[in-house]
C-alpha cells in the first residue's frame, strides 16, 4: 500500500528499498549520537581517573584527611580544598535560596503583570553573564568594595564569631568575596525555577484558598510552597551543582590559600579554583596528578549532585524532567 | 504578613536586578574608554603591555567557538532526533539523565578531560578548545532541539504516515523544517554561553603568542582566556584592556541571548498553533 504515485513497478520497489534503508540506517545514526552521549561521560571518568591515578594509588583516601599542599616537599591533600568548598558553596546555597524564593514568588504571584517577564528576563541574564566577566568584576569592583566597607562592618558587628574575626584584606580576595560571587551565579537558577514551579500550581487551588478567605500570604504558605517543596529542593541541588564546580570566578576572587583560616576574610581554594588556578604550575608528575585527583573527586560531586537532582526532578514531574537545567 | 511578603519579594528582585545593572554598568564604564576601532583590529604589543588590540582573540574565539558549534550541532540535534522520534521511553528516560548530567558538570572537569585526551603527547591546540565547548553546547542543543521537536504538531507526523512516506523522509523533509527557527535559537543560546566559557580552554587553548593564528592544530587566542590571564596581573593597563575585553564579550552574549530569546517567542507562537 505505498502512496507514491509511480507508473511503474520497479521505482516502487527501490524506493521502497530505500525508504527501508534509510530508516534503518537513520535510526541507527540517531541512536550512535545518543550513544556517543553515554560514551563521553564514561571517557571522562575514565580518562579523569587515569590521569589522577599516580596519585589516587598513592594517597587513596588519606588525600581526604591532608590538609597540606607542599610542593617543596611534593606531598599532597585535598582537605584544605574541601573545606572551601564546602564552605563556599553551602553558605552561598544558604543565601541564595531564601533570596531566590522569595523572587520566584515575586514573579509569579505579586509583580505588576505588565513587568513580569521583563524582570524575570532581566534576573535570567544574571546567569548568562560569563564568569570571567563576573571574576573580573569580583577582583576589581565587588573585592576592594568588601575589604573598605562590607568586611570592617560585618568585623563590628559579628567579630565575636570565628568566620568575622581576623583582620579583613587589603583588596578584598577572601572567601567571603568568593561567597557573594557564588551567591550571584546561584541566584538566576534556583529563582528561574522556583518561578516555574509556583507558576505550574494549579489556579484552581490558589483560586481556591483565597475564596475560603486565605490571605495571599496564607496562600503562599499553605498551598504554592508546600507543593513546589520537592521541586525546591532538586533546584537547590541543581544551584549547588553550579557552585562547586565554578572554578573561573572563584579562582579570582578567593586569593588562593596555602594554609588553614578560620576566618571568611582571609584568603581560600577550592577544589575547582585550585585545579583552575594551577593549570600551569604543576612542576613535578606528582603535584600534577594530585591536581587532576581533585578534578577527579570534583567530578564525582557533579555526578552524584546531578544524578540526585535529576531523580527528584523526574518523580516530582515528568514533564519538567530536565528543563531544570 | 501579607505587606511582609510583598515587599520581601520585591526587594528580592531588585537586588538581583540591581546586580546585574550593577555589573553591567561598570563593564560599560570600565571597558568604553579603551574601546575603539583600534582596539578590535589590532594585536596586542608584541612585548605585552597595554595599547594594543584583542585581535587576536577575537579571530581565535570565532574559530574556535565556529568549530564547537559545527560538531555540536549535527550531533546534538542527532540526539534530539533519536529521543523524539525514535527511542522506546525505557531507553529514552536513561540517555535522557545522561545528557542532563554532562549539562551539569562542572566544565573544568571537561577541560581536564579534554587535556588527557588530546593534549597530553601532543599540544594544546584550538582543535582540543573546540571540542572541550562542543561538550559544554551538546546538552544545550539536544535540550533545546527536543523541546521544539516535541512541539511539531502530532498531526504533521500522522499526515506522513499516512502518505506513506518513511520516517527518514517525514524528519528530514518535514519535522525538522519545522523545527528549524527554535533549532537557531537553541544554538544561538549555545553560542552565547560557549563563547564565555573559561574553564575548557585553560588546559586546551591557554598558552598562545600575541599574532593571529588560524592553524587549528596550535594553542589559539581567545578573549575569556585572554579576560582571565589579564585579571591576574597586578598590571593596571591591563586591567584596563581586560574590561574592554569584556565589554566585548559581554556586549555580544548579551546581544545573542536577547535575539534568541526573541525568536524563540515568535517560533513558539508559529508552532503553537
Redesign the interface.
Known amino acids: 500500500?505505498?502512496?507514491?504515485p509511480t507508473t511503474t513497478p520497479v521505482p516502487i520497489s527501490r524506493r521502497r528499498l530505500i525508504?527501508?534503508l534509510?530508516?534503518i540506517?537513520?535510526?541507527g545514526?540517531?541512536?550512535?549520537?545518543?550513544l556517543?552521549?553515554?560514551v563521553?561521560?564514561g571517557?571522562?571518568v575514565w580518562?579523569?581517573f587515569?590521569?589522577g591515578w599516580l596519585s589516587i594509588s598513592r594517597y587513596r583516601f588519606d588525600f581526604f584527611t591532608t590538609t597540606v599542599w607542599d610542593p617543596v616537599k611534593n606531598h599532597y591533600g585535598a582537605l584544605l580544598f574541601l573545606y572551601g568548598t564546602a564552605v563556599s558553596s553551602f553558605v552561598a546555597l544558604l543565601i541564595a535560596t531564601p533570596?531566590?524564593i522569595?523572587?520566584g514568588?515575586?514573579?509569579s504571584?505579586?509583580?505588576p503583570r505588565g513587568v513580569r517577564g521583563l524582570?524575570a528576563?532581566?534576573?535570567e541574564?544574571?546567569a548568562?553573564?560569563?564568569?570571567?566577566?563576573?571574576?573580573?568584576?569580583g577582583?576589581?569592583?565587588l573585592g576592594p568594595f568588601m575589604a573598605s566597607h562590607v568586611d570592617p562592618w560585618l568585623q563590628d558587628a559579628l567579630g565575636f564569631l570565628p568566620m568575622f574575626s581576623g583582620q579583613p584584606g587589603q583588596n578584598g580576595l577572601s572567601l567571603l568575596t568568593a561567597i557573594v560571587i557564588l551567591t550571584?551565579m546561584v541566584?538566576?537558577i534556583i529563582?528561574s525555577i522556583s518561578r516555574e514551579l509556583f507558576l505550574s500550581v494549579p489556579n484552581e487551588l490558589e483560586e481556591g484558598a483565597l475564596a475560603l478567605g486565605a490571605?495571599?500570604?496564607?496562600m503562599?504558605r499553605g498551598v504554592i510552597l508546600p507543593s513546589a517543596r520537592s521541586g525546591i529542593a532538586a533546584a537547590m541541588i541543581?544551584g549547588l551543582?553550579?557552585a562547586?564546580?565554578?572554578?573561573?570566578a572563584v579562582t579570582?576572587v578567593i586569593g588562593g590559600a596555602t594554609a588553614f583560616h578560620a576566618s571568611w576574610f582571609a584568603p581560600a581554594d577550592t577544589l575547582?579554583s585550585k585545579?583552575?588556578g594551577n593549570?600551569?604550575s604543576a612542576s613535578t608528575r606528582l603535584e600534577a596528578s594530585s591536581l587532576?585527583y581533585l578534578?577527579a573527586i570534583?567530578?564525582v560531586i557533579?555526578?552524584l549532585?546531578?544524578?540526585v537532582?535529576?531523580v527528584i526532578v523526574?518523580r516530582f514531574d515528568p514533564a519538567r524532567?530536565?528543563r531544570a537545567? | 504578613m501579607n505587606r511582609i511578603m510583598e515587599s520581601v519579594g520585591t526587594l528580592a528582585a531588585l537586588v538581583a536586578v540591581g546586580v546585574l545593572v550593577i555589573v553591567i554598568v561598570s563593564v560599560a564604564r570600565k571597558g568604553a574608554p579603551s574601546l575603539s576601532w583600534h582596539f578590535l583590529t589590532s594585536k596586542p604589543n608584541l612585548f605585552g603591555g597595554a595599547g594594543g588590540g584583542i585581535s587576536n582573540a577575537i579571530v581565535g574565539t570565532a574559530i574556535i567557538v565556529g568549530l564547537a558549534t559545527a560538531i555540536a550541532l549535527p550531533l546534538g540535534v542527532l540526539i534530539a532526533i533519536y529521543l523524539t522520534e525514535f527511542a522506546p521511553k525505557r531507553i529514552a528516560a536513561p540517555i535522557q539523565v545522561v545528557v542532563d548530567v554532562l549539562a551539569g558538570l562542572p566544565t573544568i572537569v571537561l577541560g581536564v578531560f579534554i587535556y588527557g585526551l588530546l593534549v597530553v603527547g601532543h599540544q594544546q591546540s584550538g582543535l582540543a578548545g573546540s571540542v572541550a565547548l562542543s561538550i559544554v553546547m551538546l546538552p544545550l542543543i539536544a535540550r533545546a532541539a527536543q523541546e521544539v521537536l516535541l512541539l511539531v504538531p502530532t498531526a504533521l507526523r500522522e499526515g506522513c504516515l499516512a502518505l506513506g512516506v518513511s520516517r527518514w523522509r517525514a524528519v528530514l523533509g518535514v519535522i525538522l523544517p519545522t523545527a528549524f527557527g527554535g533549532i537557531v535559537t537553541g544554538t544561538v543560546l549555545a553560542i552565547a554561553r560557549a563563547a564565555g566559557e573559561t574553564a575548557p580552554l585553560l588546559f586546551t587553548s591557554s598558552i598562545f603568542s600575541n599574532a593571529i593564528s588560524t592553524d587549528i592544530t596550535h594553542s589559539m587566542p581567545n578573549i575569556p582566556v585572554l579576560i582571565f590571564i589579564y585579571s591576574e596581573q597586578p598590571d593596571a593597563a591591563l586591567h584596563q584592556d581586560a574590561w574592554a575585553a569584556a565589554l566585548v564579550l559581554i556586549a555580544f552574549v548579551l546581544i545573542a541571548s536577547l535575539a534568541a530569546k526573541a525568536l524563540l517567542a515568535r517560533s513558539r507562537r508559529t508552532l503553537g498553533q
Not at chain 1, 500500500?1 to 507514491?4: N, P, Q, T
Not at chain 1, 545514526?29 to 545518543?34: G, N, V
Not at chain 1, 490571605?215 to 496564607?218: K, S
Not at chain 1, 562547586?244 to 573561573?248: N, S
Request: with cysteine.
Open positions: 500500500m505505498s502512496a507514491v525508504d527501508r534509510g530508516d540506517a537513520f535510526h545514526l540517531t541512536l550512535a549520537a545518543a556517543l552521549c553515554i563521553v561521560v571517557a571522562i580518562k579523569v587515569d590521569l533570596l531566590s522569595a523572587i514568588l515575586y514573579l504571584e505579586l509583580a524582570i528576563s532581566l534576573v541574564m544574571l548568562a553573564i560569563p564568569s570571567v566577566v563576573l571574576g573580573l568584576w577582583i576589581l569592583v550571584i541566584v538566576p529563582s490571605t495571599r500570604w496564607e503562599v541543581l551543582g553550579r562547586l564546580g565554578e572554578a573561573i579570582q575547582a585545579v583552575a593549570y600551569q587532576i578534578a570534583l567530578l557533579g555526578l549532585v546531578n544524578i537532582a535529576q523526574r524532567a530536565g537545567t
